[in-house]
């Protein structure tokens, strides 16, 4: 599998850094984001490091599409958001921070303004690791 040591998402596939983790297979690893624009803002990632979309083979993307599926079902089961967003950024220009391919699962609410390139704002971690409960139960 390839992997890079110098990658923050391989070093949290690897258990090197932790998360608070909400589901993981063979191939995917699904984990709530440490700078949440909302409540369940979390992250899919294929375990394997490809940095953009550009190199990502099709397999892995049907293996987080698979895993997106499931999770965001859970995030709009256990918090009842207004609507939510897939947004997947690659290179600089669309504001890609962490260059291992990841799907965001934002759960949104009406009128919350939030523009594509948002600021990253760090999360309080025990609110993530309470609202990681509760979506973890519905999976
Ligand atoms: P990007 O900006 O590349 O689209 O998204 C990367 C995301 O990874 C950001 O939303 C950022 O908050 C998140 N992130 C960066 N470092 C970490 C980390 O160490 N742990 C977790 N859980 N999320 C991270
Ligand atoms: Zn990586």
């Known amino acids: ?4 040591p110098d ?3 391989c070093k949290i596939v690897a258990g ?3 998360c608070f983790k909400l589901y993981e297979d063979g191939e995917t690893l699904a984990f709530m984001d440490i700078n949440p624009v909302h409540d369940g803002h979390c992250l899919i990632i294929p375990k394997a490091h490809y940095p953009t979309l550009f190199v990502l083979p099709a ?4 293996a987080a599409g698979r895993t997106a599926i499931k999770v965001a079902t859970a995030v709009n089961a256990a918090l009842a958001p207004d609507g939510l967003n897939l947004v997947q950024s690659n290179g600089p220009g669309a504001a890609q921070s962490v260059p291992h391919f990841h ?3 934002l759960p949104r609410r009406m009128g ?3 523009a594509v390139n948002w600021q990253l704002k760090p999360g309080e971690h025990a609110r993530i690791a309470e609202t990681a409960e509760r979506i973890r139960a519905r999976i």
Request: hydrophobic share 55%.
């Open 1 to 4: 599998m390839k992997t890079d």
């Open 7 to 9: 990658c923050i998402f």
């Open 16 to 18: 090197a850094i932790p």
């Open 59 to 62: 397999e892995a993307f049907a």
């Open 103 to 105: 799907l965001h699962v």
């Open 112 to 114: 919350d303004g939030l």
